[in-house]
């Protein structure tokens, strides 16, 4: 949907103007608000006699450019590299007494084990001795965490964008994930935000890539991470 904008006394005439919302044509602007009613661009039919310039009700300048480019004045911006990563940390900090009660419940017994083990090790390397084997059984709970907790990972990432339009730590920033090209107030379907959740918490578990994903957004005209870009959505400031 469209977003209706309102602008000060000196708001453009009324007319047809570039489509705010990405389609590539254009639609018409009633000199308050944005209309229903769209068209190619450059008109139907034969080719109209060129008119006066009139001013873009897009905003003017680099500074007002929203996420379509040369976007409405007071349109939400593309979210920048620290608002992200803020919106991560407030995540990670939201979620850690929930993946903690998981990571007890199902490798808290593996956990213990392996603790009091490296306590033995260190001891026997200091002291020229023979270091204790592995304790049987403690490897597989872990990995069974691991399992676990990337599967709640996703089910969270994906339930609040497909529902809210972003997870609890990009609502609290003002961030709001959107499919690429669409309108600002559009929530992603269930299908691109599960795509989306399962790239970012796979990339975020496999070394190099858990780095590269969240810095492409800076060499990105976009802002995207490769997540972003696998399926096709932004990220912006409101």
Known sequence: MLCAMSFSAESPPPGWYPDPAGSGGERYWDGGNWSQV???AGGLGAPQAPQQAQPSPYGAT?????????????????AGFWWRVLAAILDNIILTIPLGLVQRLVAGDAIDALSLWLADWTLAVTQGLTPPPLPEGAIPPLYL?????????????TVLVATR????????????????????????SWGTSGIRAATAVVFGQVPLL?????????FTAKKQTLHDKIAHTVVIKK
């Open 210 to 218: 858990n780095l590269i994903d969240p810095l492409s957004m800076l």
């Open 38 to 40: 769209t068209r190619p």
């Open 62 to 78: 680099p500074a007002s450019q929203g996420y379509y480019g040369a976007g409405v004045m007071r349109q939400p911006m593309l």
């Open 145 to 157: 965490y691991l399992f676990v907790s990337v599967v709640l990972l996703i089910i969270y990432r």
């Open 165 to 188: 339009g972003g997870t609890l730590g990009q609502l609290i920033t003002g961030l709001r994930v959107v499919p690429d090209g669409s309108g600002l107030e559009t929530t992603p």
